[in-house]
């Protein structure tokens, strides 16, 4: 069984740094300098700008987490965001993300066992650690 977290570091993450390399592009941002600001590597903006990687879950029909990724991109766009805070504000919506629901569906394709299990794993906010 792959974990919430599993999942999101594939599928979330990804599907993230492709929206904000793709906002970037548009405010000619060069792919290195799009690497820098995400703290990934060139090829990987070329990946999400050719939609070869961050395709697995697609949020761009969520005006909620469009408008997150949105500042992001802004914030790096006015140089007001440096790596540490870029990758706190992912973070942030990643976890956002798991809270809402809105990466179950692939989480149950990948693990039909979850969706048997009837999970709410990542939406139970009143979850505790052991």
């Known amino acids: 069984m792959q974990t919430p977290y599993e999942v999101a570091s594939k ?38 700008f050719w939609d070869k990687r961050g395709r697995a879950i697609d949020f761009d029909h969520r005006p909620d987490v469009r408008k997150m990724a949105d500042v992001i991109t802004e914030g790096i766009a006015a140089g007001k965001l440096d790596r540490v805070q870029v990758a706190n504000l992912i973070k942030e919506m990643c976890d956002y993300i798991m809270r809402s629901g809105y990466m179950c569906d692939l989480h149950f394709e990948i693990d039909p066992q979850i969706k048997n299990s009837n999970c709410k794993i990542c939406m139970d906010a009143t979850a505790q650690a052991v």
């Open 11 to 48: 599928s979330v993450i990804p599907a993230i740094r492709g929206m904000i390399s793709r906002g970037l592009i548009e405010k000619n941002f060069t792919q290195l300098e799009i690497a820098h600001a995400l703290g990934v590597t060139q090829p990987a903006v070329s990946k999400y």
